[in-house]
């Protein structure tokens, strides 16, 4: 089987202002990136846009007007200092919560082995009713539960490797019995919050802050201590992962120190575990990475790995 590759021009449709990290060029150098002869059998597919019920999963009706309301006629308007909406942005929105449902359903329907999605507005940072940190919606928790209730799996896990900690997948989840939500972060970082004591309703939820100018090795560690064993104990039916590529160690925002290499090990460790307890079914999804190049490199690796996994 392939790997599918899912993303949509409208995507490059969600303006953020001139010097922002959440950038269009970031999609355009993944697309440059995805071109290279290597990557001729990705299975490419459009992102299709979500429907309504799709963003309600995770999140209520007033959240869904309110960001619809919010969308300028022309021009760029902040949500708060980080987040922001153009003309394109909520389209981009519903392909990005579009792709990651789209990919559920390949991988649930055996099209493909795995799949990446490659879509922006990233998800992670954006809470029930509250938009956050250049996110709208909770693509990986939509994700999640739409592969519980539409496909009936009970055992669904979101591994989120982004540097930030993914609060808001952590809030979507938090009281969901049929996930497992595990995050690595920095810490101390924005938003401040993944303590290893916020395990969520049903210890469903596992933070693994990292120190800052830790490396590759403190990462692997940890996984191999913490994050695997706790996943081979979950035994998913699916995988979601919230890829992440800024604890890169050229990225601007953070200052952990991970190397391509460390995405190519992460991503091996997690396809072991998919391939052990799911046959290999991985759904990742973009969330962030900001020094352009480290990011194309870095996604370019991971999805090496999973096109090889994908059998
Ligand atoms: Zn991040």
């Not at 089987?1 to 899912?6: H, V």
């Not at 459009?46 to 019920?53: F, I």
């Not at 933070?207 to 104990?233: C, F, I, K, Q």
Request: glycine letters at 8%; hydrophobic letters at 40%.
């Amino acid at each position: 089987m392939s790997t599918a590759f899912l993303t949509h021009p409208d995507c490059t449709n969600h303006i953020t202002p001139n010097g922002h990290p959440e950038q269009v060029a970031r999609l355009e150098h993944i697309y440059r990136a995805l071109s290279a002869p290597g990557f001729t059998t990705l299975d490419r597919r459009e992102a299709p846009e979500c429907e309504d019920a799709d963003i309600l999963l995770c999140h209520p009706q007033s959240h869904l007007n309110a960001i619809t309301a919010a969308v300028p006629s022309q021009g760029v308007v902040a949500l708060d200092g980080d987040t922001h909406m153009s003309p394109g942005s909520l389209q981009a929105a519903r392909r990005a919560v579009g792709g990651c449902i789209a990919a559920v359903d390949a991988v649930m329907a055996g099209e493909v082995g795995n799949a990446f999605v490659a879509c922006r507005p990233p998800g992670h940072h954006a809470e029930q009713s509250t938009p956050m940190g250049f996110c709208l919606f909770g693509n990986a928790a939509i994700a999640a539960r739409h592969a519980m209730e539409r496909h009936g799996l009970s055992r669904v896990a979101v591994v989120d490797f982004d540097v930030h900690h993914g609060n808001g997948t952590q809030a979507l989840l938090w009281d969901e019995p049929r996930s497992l939500f595990i995050g690595s972060h920095q810490n101390p970082l924005w938003p401040g919050t993944g303590m290893p004591e916020e395990t969520g309703a049903h210890n469903n939820v596992q933070n693994w802050p990292l120190p800052p100018h830790s490396d590759g090795r403190l990462m692997r560690a940890t996984y191999e201590a913490e994050v695997l064993p706790a996943l081979e104990r979950f035994e998913p039916e699916l995988l979601i992962v919230s890829a992440g590529f800024d604890a890169h160690a050229d990225d601007p925002l953070a200052q952990l120190e991970w190397t391509e290499s460390d995405f190519v090990w992460l991503t091996e460790r997690l396809c072991d575990v998919a391939q052990r307890h799911c046959a290999g079914r991985v759904v990742s999804t973009l969330e962030g990475g900001y020094d352009l190049n480290a990011l194309a490199a870095s996604v370019a690796a991971h999805v090496k790995v999973l096109m090889e996994r994908a059998g």
